[in-house]
Structures are given as structure tokens and as C-alpha cells.
């Protein structure tokens, strides 16, 4: 592994998005920012901006009109990524499901690394994702790395 | 003067938790018009509501999180008009608890993206730990932290522990020094000052013409307040809304502040009424006819209109937020301010996206 | 239910709908909401409930899908957002007022809450 992916798995940058969700997944996130539950100790900081980010946070099921800007955040963020989907509606879609103008879990538009059960997902259910995710996220970046030496 | 620009402001921006993209238009730094492009969230609650009335009551506390228990609290007390039943008191007065305390929740994260709009990391971080107390308590109390699923047609699902109103009137008594200690902070920081006062002015005509509800018009001078009439146990205690005449961003800041100090004040004038009884009716058949509910939210006055045929499905809901009333007036404050004003005022209409959209 | 038949109503009544409107606010009513309801019948009934010094007053009338209603938008600023709604989820026709605040055009379906349009759901049902 590249000296910048080491030092990149100590800092993971989080970008949150909500597609549609009621809110209830995005107060944990934010819960998890603020000083209760505090990711920034592990080096993660909240940026609102997909060039910057390493880990997507996505909450709730797709909307229609959110679909094309999700695609769009998704290919802006620079490999290696992982995108974790918060909550029941974002894994799948529930429950929500055929409502009209929902398209279902973030996984019908993007790929998804990590599923977040619970509605609302819980804070430390969303610690234990965001450490699941860091070591998926390594075994990532070491594929690219191979990748890239060809 | 220089040529118009336009930016698009979000969906995906740093100022908003959720989705609302502003199209503005800019002489140099000044916005000359604003336009509003809204349905990132719309998700078809109507029509998902009105499929069984009794799945609704999971369903509809999912309409918003911030204000899940407000949304369970008017759709089942549209029913109950539907039905012609009376809540026992305790039911009412455990959702007249819960309802404040979820109005805490809200304010306390409103007040939070305020400051975080203008800059002051520090206090958005202060509130949110507070606002943590509140989360903690409620998770106690109902075993969630987000959507309390208490609320059923007819009363409430669980009771109050003599244990879980201790624990209430000791979070609610350890809190209330911070909150004061945050109310002072919001009313003389110089800095939070600065970047509120006299922005995003709202007048009381305006809110009128807008239709503004909640903090937003009681923060024009609007005495409305829904609460007023006495649904749930409002009727039971003593309070008197929080109404500011300035009508910018700064009033509509300490409007909520205020309001914090007078759940906490609703709270605990609840607790001694509590009395031993049931806390829920029982209610047979479907139910028929038709009803307003009203409830104040912590944004304002949420109206449900039902219409039910005597089936399982319902013939109609309609849901009117009061998100939905406030983000609109956004066009009326806008125009004139300053571009970096924009995330100010945007944020102190507190818009809750997937309430105007559902 | 016969198709065919022409449902009985005042088909005057939504002419009013503007000077209604404006006695209400004139007399201190606040628009709270416009509800939009299909009757078997296959008319929509109409409802703009005000509150007028704490209670709920309403204003209504029975209009076809087809026909073109007026708008208040204009005696009241945020009658606007309602009535896109309006507008969006049951396809009806209001002066001035354009489609488009929720949903998106070529993916959502339209009207969906108007009742012969409901949406078939695909796969499995809801619930």
C-alpha cells in the first residue's frame, strides 16, 4: 500500500448526501459529526464536497429528481471510494417502497459497499460501518495501487 | 451596474442537511432574484398514507424525522375526531411531553445550523451536545431516538414509567442552566449578531401575504401560535407564545431559543398532572367522515386534512407542512441581501426539505 | 358506478373562487391549504380551508378535471406553492400555474393521485 492510502485510512473524509430520506438517518449522521459521538477523533471530517471525499454517507431511498445528481456526486468522488447506505430506506428502499416517485435503495443507482440497518440507523451502528468501511476501504486502495502499477 | 449572474445554490451544499437548490440571481455580490427549485425529496406520502389507516400510523411519523411524533400526534388526532373519541388525560398529556420534547430536539438542531451558517463551529457543536441530552432522554423514555412510535388511534402505546418521569424531570432540570447559558450566548455574541441582525428581513405584511407560520411568523409579529387552541394537553397549562417584531434572521434565532426555555417550562408543568389512568381507547371498525387536525410543530402549524370512507384505504390525506408555507417566503427575504447572507437566511426559516416535498 | 352519467352540481361555483378568497382575507382569514379530492363521480371537490381568529373555515365547490379554475395566487403569495401542487399531483388546470414543483417530467408518473391514474404497482405491492 502507497504511503498517501495509509495515511488517507486515517483520515477519512465523509460526504453526506440525502436523496430523499426523512431526515430521521440524517440527524445521526449529524449526530455523529457532533461531540457525543465525535468520528472527527478518528480523523474523519464532515466535507461537502465530493472531490474531497473519501466515504459517502447516502441516506434514503433515490427520489426521482435526485437520482441523476446522486450518479453524478458518486463519479466526482476519486477512486478509491466507498459509499456506505444509511438506514432501511437507503439498503433498500423500505419503507417507502413503490411509492411513486421512489426509485428504491441507493444500490439501484450506485454501487453500495456497506448496508446501515435500522430506521433511524443509529450513531453507533454507524461507527461500526464507518470501521467495517476502513478496512474495506484498504483492501481497496491496495487493489488500485496494484492496478495502477499495471 | 454589472452583468446579472446566475449560481445555483445546493442540492448538494454545505449549508443544507437536505436537498433545496436556489437558483440566484446576482448583481455583483447583491441577489436581484431568487428562484426555487423544490421535489428532491417528494416521495408520494399522500398517496403511501392513504393506502391502510393502519399501517399509516408507522407511516406517517416517516413523513419527517425532525418532527416524527408531531406528524404521529395530528394524524392520530384527526382520527380520533373520526372516531368521536376522547383521549384519557394521561395519553394527552404524555404526547403534550413528548411533543416538547421533540420541539427541543428541533430547535436545538435549528439553532445549531444557524450557527454553523454564519461561521461559529463552536456553538453549532454546543447545541448539538445539549440537544444530545434531549435525544439520550427520549430513547429512555420511548426506546428510540428518532421516531418514538408512541402514538396509536386512541392514546398512546407506552406509558410513563414513575422511573421515566423522574428521568425526565431530572434531564429537564440539569438542561435548563445550559439552555439559559446558550440563551445568553445567542442574544450577545457580537458575532452571531453581526451576521443576523437585520438580515433576511421578513415584514409582518410580508409574513401575512406569505402565509408564514410558526417561529417564523411569530419572529414578525404575528401572536399566532397553534398550540393556543388547546389540543392534547395544551389547554391544561399556562403559556404565552414568543413573539419578536423585528423580523429578521436574528429574531427568528431567539424566537426559538425562547421556545427551548418554554418547552423545558411545558415540560415540567406536565409532569405533576400526570395522573394514574389508561393511556390509550380502544377503537372498533374503520373509520368514516371527514376532519382537520391541526398541531403546532416545532416549524409551525401542521395541518392534516382526512377523509376517510368507512374502508380500509383512505379516500384522501392531505398533508400541509409547515416547511412547505416557509420555504416559499424564502423569495420575499432574498432579494436585496448579500450573497454570503444567503446560507444565513436560508437556514433561519429552518427548512425541512423532506417536509415540504414528502 | 355509471360512466356516462353527468354528475349534478353548481357549475358556477368555482367562478367565485377569487372574490371568495379575497372577502376571507379581507375579513382576517389566513390560507392554510388547498386540498384537492376526486369524487366517484368523477368530479373533484375543491377545498381552501382558512383560519379565520382560531377557527377552521372552508371554502368549496365541485369542478370537472378538464376545466380551468382560477387563481389566487395573486391575493395571496404563498397560495402559489399549494396550488402547484395542486397542479403536479392531480393534473388540474390553474391560470398561470405551472406543473413541475415535485415531480419530474418523463420519469414520474403523471397525476398520481388522481384515482383512474393510479399508479399499477410493478412487481409486488406496497406493504
Not at chain 1, 58 to 63: C, D, E, K, L
Not at chain 2, 96 to 114: D, F, K, N, V, Y
Not at chain 2, 301 to 321: D, M, N, Q, V
Not at chain 3, 60 to 85: N, Q
Request: contains cysteine; aromatic residues 6%.
Amino acid at each position: 500500500m502507497a504511503l498517501e492510502d495509509k495515511m488517507r485510512a486515517r483520515s477519512p473524509w465523509i460526504m453526506h448526501f440525502d436523496t430523499g430520506s426523512c431526515n430521521g438517518c440524517d440527524l445521526e449522521v449529524w449526530a455523529l459529526l457532533t461531540p457525543r459521538y465525535d468520528v472527527e477523533r478518528f480523523g474523519a471530517i464532515n466535507r461537502a464536497n465530493p472531490k474531497q471525499a473519501d466515504i459517502l454517507l447516502i441516506t434514503g431511498p433515490v427520489t426521482k429528481r435526485c437520482e441523476d445528481r446522486l450518479r453524478n456526486l458518486y463519479e466526482q468522488t476519486p477512486e478509491p471510494k466507498l459509499v456506505i447506505a444509511c438506514g432501511n430506506c437507503a439498503s433498500t428502499g423500505a419503507p417507502f417502497h413503490n411509492c411513486y416517485n421512489v426509485d428504491g435503495g441507493v444500490d439501484k443507482v450506485i454501487p453500495v459497499d456497506l448496508y446501515v440497518p435500522g430506521c433511524a440507523c443509529r450513531p453507533e451502528a454507524l461507527i461500526d460501518a464507518l470501521v467495517l468501511g476502513l478496512s474495506k476501504w484498504r483492501e481497496k486502495a491496495a487493489g488500485t495501487d496494484k492496478e495502477d502499477k499495471g | 451596474m454589472g452583468r446579472a449572474t446566475t449560481i445555483p445554490f445546493g442540492p448538494q451544499h454545505a449549508a443544507f442537511l437536505e436537498p433545496l437548490n436556489v437558483k440566484l440571481t446576482l448583481d455583483e455580490e447583491t441577489v436581484v432574484g431568487a428562484v426555487l427549485n423544490q421535489g428532491y425529496n417528494h416521495r408520494g406520502m399522500e398517496y403511501a398514507l392513504s393506502l391502510d389507516y393502519r399501517k399509516s400510523q408507522y407511516l406517517v411519523e416517516r413523513v419527517c424525522g425532525i418532527c416524527s411524533f408531531h406528524h404521529s400526534s395530528a394524524y392520530c388526532q384527526g382520527m380520533e375526531s373520526l372516531y368521536g373519541i376522547e383521549v384519557p388525560v394521561r395519553a394527552k398529556l404524555i404526547r403534550t411531553i413528548m411533543m416538547e420534547c421533540q420541539r427541543l430536539t428541533s430547535h436545538l438542531l435549528a439553532l445549531g445550523h444557524i450557527a454553523e451558517a454564519v461561521g461559529y463551529e463552536n456553538l453549532f457543536m454546543q447545541c448539538f451536545r445539549e440537544r444530545e441530552h434531549v435525544m439520550m432522554l427520549v430513547n429512555r423514555v420511548s426506546g428510540n431516538r428518532v421516531h418514538y412510535s408512541m402514538n396509536v388511534i386512541g392514546g398512546v402505546k407506552r406509558d410513563l414509567s414513575p422511573e421515566a418521569v423522574k428521568d425526565v424531570q431530572a434531564t429537564i432540570r440539569d438542561l435548563r442552566p445550559r439552555l439559559e447559558e446558550l440563551r445568553r450566548v445567542f442574544s450577545r455574541d457580537s458575532t452571531l449578531s453581526k451576521r443576523t441582525r437585520g438580515v433576511g428581513k421578513l415584514s409582518r405584511q410580508a409574513a401575512t401575504e406569505w402565509g408564514n407560520v410558526g417561529p417564523v411568523s411569530r419572529a414578525s409579529g404575528i401572536p399566532r401560535d397553534i398550540r393556543q387552541d388547546g389540543f392534547a394537553a395544551y389547554s391544561m397549562v399556562e403559556f404565552k407564545p414568543v413573539v419578536r417584531e423585528e423580523g429578521d434572521s436574528y429574531a427568528r434565532m431567539m424566537v426559538r431559543m425562547d421556545e427551548c426555555l418554554q418547552a423545558a417550562d411545558i415540560i415540567e408543568e406536565c409532569l405533576p398532572l400526570l395522573e394514574d389512568g389508561p393511556v390509550a381507547v380502544q377503537v372498533k371498525g374503520h373509520p368514516k367522515g371527514e376532519t382537520f387536525s391541526r398541531v403546532e410543530a416545532p416549524r409551525g402549524e401542521l395541518f392534516y386534512y382526512i377523509r376517510a370512507k368507512g374502508t380500509l384505504g383512505l379516500e384522501r390525506i392531505k398533508l400541509r407542512t409547515p416547511a412547505l408555507m416557509n420555504v416559499a417566503s424564502l423569495l420575499a427575504m432574498l432579494p436585496g441581501c448579500q450573497l454570503a447572507d444567503v446560507p444565513t437566511i436560508t437556514v433561519s426559516v429552518d427548512p425541512c426539505i423532506c417536509c415540504t416535498d414528502r | 358506478m355509471n360512466e356516462t352519467a353527468v354528475p349534478d352540481f353548481d357549475r358556477e361555483a368555482h367562478r367565485s373562487v377569487r372574490e371568495r378568497t379575497r372577502e376571507m382575507i379581507e375579513a382576517g382569514g389566513r390560507l392554510i391549504a388547498i386540498v384537492a379530492r376526486e369524487n366517484d363521480d368523477g368530479t373533484m371537490e375543491m377545498i381552501y380551508a382558512f383560519d379565520r381568529e382560531q377557527r377552521m373555515e372552508d371554502i368549496r365547490f365541485l369542478i370537472l378535471p378538464e376545466w380551468e379554475i382560477d387563481s389566487v395566487a395573486d391575493l395571496y403569495k404563498g397560495a402559489l406553492t399549494l396550488e402547484r401542487e395542486v397542479v403536479d399531483l392531480f393534473g388540474l388546470h390553474i391560470k398561470g400555474v405551472p406543473p413541475g414543483i415535485f415531480l419530474v417530467e418523463g420519469k414520474s408518473p403523471v397525476a398520481p393521485l388522481r384515482k383512474r391514474k393510479a399508479p399499477a404497482p410493478e412487481g409486488d405491492v406496497h406493504g
